[in-house]
Nanobody, 128 residues
Framework: QVRLVESGGGSVQAGDSLRLSCHASIDTFNTIAMGWFRQTPGKERAEREFVAAISWTGKITNYTDSVKGRFTVSRDNAKKTVSLLMNSLEPDDTAVYFC??????????????????WGQGTQVTVSS
């Protein structure tokens, strides 16, 4: 059974940092791309915002414009984990953050429909 479990969310002040982690119980973890999305109140699952993604090798990453230079995505294939380091957090970063895994594709996807497996989400709240 595939499971993605996020951790590391919390409530912080603007300018602070948080590190989100996601452990994936997927046998083929080292062959698939992973992504991070976020969802704010009133948005449907299909409207989750792409945040960052990383290829199966970890050599290729992609970020939404609003987080470039502030967020860093990384992965450890031996530990089957993907992380999102978030620096200089802003109130607009407040959301539930979801870890996502592609089913068989090692290349990055930036759309919700590109990902098959999802975690339960972790809340990030940034106050001004």
């Amino acid at each position: 059974q595939v499971r993605l479990v996020e951790s590391g969310g919390g409530s912080v002040q603007a300018g602070d940092s948080l590190r989100l982690s996601c452990h994936a119980s997927i046998d083929t973890f080292n062959t698939i791309a992973m992504g991070w999305f976020r969802q704010t109140p009133g948005k449907e699952r299909a409207e989750r915002e792409f945040v960052a993604a990383i290829s199966w090798t970890g050599k290729i990453t992609n970020y939404t414009d609003s987080v470039k230079g502030r967020f860093t995505v990384s992965r450890d294939n031996a530990k089957k984990t993907v992380s999102l380091l978030m620096n200089s957090l802003e109130p607009d970063d407040t959301a539930v953050y979801f870890c996502a895994a592609r089913k068989t594709n090692g290349r990055i996807g930036i759309n919700v429909k590109d990902y098959t497996y999802w975690g339960q989400g972790t809340q990030v709240t940034v106050s001004s």
